[in-house]
Nanobody, 121 residues
């Protein structure tokens, strides 16, 4: 079973930055599409950013220009750099890993337990 462990969340003030990390236990990390989701209180999950195995990136409109997704295949880690944070970014952030086969089958893939990000003055 593949495990994903997020870290890097915390309490920050508006305008500040955070970097989230997601460590993957799989030996084929480079084959996964990596995604970051978030869930704010009382709201549905939102896909924030994704990065496929060819390093193609996509972002939600709400974070475009402020967040950057990256990956280090040697460290089996994906990152989410978050800049100019606003209170609406407050949420639990989850890491998600999927193979191409999982995506084609519309499977959920593997999920971490999440890390809390709170943006408040």
């Amino acid at each position: 079973q593949v495990q994903l462990v997020e870290s890097g969340g915390g309490l920050v003030q508006p305008g500040e930055s955070l970097r989230l990390s997601c460590l993957c236990s799989s030996s084929i990390f480079e084959d996964y599409e990596m995604r970051w989701y978030r869930q704010a209180p009382g709201k549905q999950y939102e896909l924030v950013a994704s990065m496929d195995r060819f390093w193609s990136r996509t972002y939600a409109d709400s974070v475009q220009g402020r967040f950057v997704i990256s990956r280090d295949n040697a460290k089996k880690t994906t990152y989410l750099e978050m800049h100019n944070l606003v209170p609406d970014d407050t949420a639990v952030y989850y890491c998600n890993a999927l193979t191409v086969l999982m995506i084609s089958r519309r499977e959920d893939g593997y999920w971490g337990h999440g890390t809390q990000v709170t943006v408040s003055s």
